[in-house]
């Protein structure tokens, strides 16, 4: 209903526009500064239906050449979001917090768009795990890939793997790596996982240490000179 109301007033006022200009030509008014008028209306109409004209030719090329659907998971700009319909302008998603959200169809033409569905249902997450100097690297590894095959959500293959990835300031950094087959929830994975290695660390007495500055106080001995 808006969209032909829309169309309907917009041929009316054109109707209106030309039916004066024909009156003013009638009565022999100089028709210039009329003229000249209307061009910088449509010059302002033209500008203001230019991004709409833009998001019907996109949402014309993503029906034709079909690289996203319904049903698709994509990454907009760090939006996390399920296809659920697309129109001719706009495409309806369902956001991961459960909002339906209109994303005009510009911004998946124009903008780098991650199909998580083009990735054959299964996409690698990582989860950072800090420990204290004095742990075991070995068992530290073995526990934190533990805790990621207990988990259910993980895929067994490709199987999980961990790497040792630098020397931070009070940690020694590691980064496990996981197959998920369910991206739409893979950041309700990645914290299920983390409680699992908190856990597992606990259990194994592998220490998960706090941010320390040693600050080192110098005594003034401007007072005491003796002048």
């Known amino acids: 209903m808006g969209k032909k109301f829309s169309l309907s007033n917009l041929i009316k006022y054109a109707i209106y526009i030309i039916s004066f200009a024909i009156v003013l030509y009638i009565l022999g008014i100089d028709l210039k500064f009329v003229l000249a008028g209307s061009a910088a209306l449509l010059v302002g109409i033209g500008l203001g239906l230019q991004n709409l004209f833009s998001d019907f030719v996109s949402g014309i090329i993503i029906l034709m050449d079909s690289s996203i659907k319904v049903g698709d998971i994509l990454d907009v700009d760090g939006l996390i979001c399920k296809v659920e319909k697309i129109n001719i302008r706009t495409t309806l998603v369902l956001t991961r917090d459960d909002k339906f959200i209109l994303l005009p169809n ?107 500055h040693v600050l080192h106080m110098e005594k003034d001995t401007s007072k005491n000179v003796v002048s």
């Not at 980064?175 to 606990?202: C, G, H, P, Q, T």
């Open 106 to 212: 510009t911004l998946l033409t124009k903008n780098k768009i991650v199909n998580w569905t083009h990735t054959d249902n299964k996409s690698r997450f990582d989860v950072k795990v800090g420990v204290a100097y004095s742990s075991d690297v070995d068992l530290t590894m073995k526990v934190i890939k533990e805790a990621c095959k207990e988990h259910k959500g993980i895929l067994n293959e490709p199987e999980p793997f961990v790497r040792l990835t630098d020397f931070g300031s009070y940690s020694l950094e590691f980064v496990v790596y996981f197959w998920v087959d369910n991206v739409y929830r893979a950041e309700n994975v990645k914290s299920e996982v983390r409680i699992n290695i908190l856990n597992k660390l606990k259990q194994n007495n592998i220490t998960i240490p706090f941010p320390q």
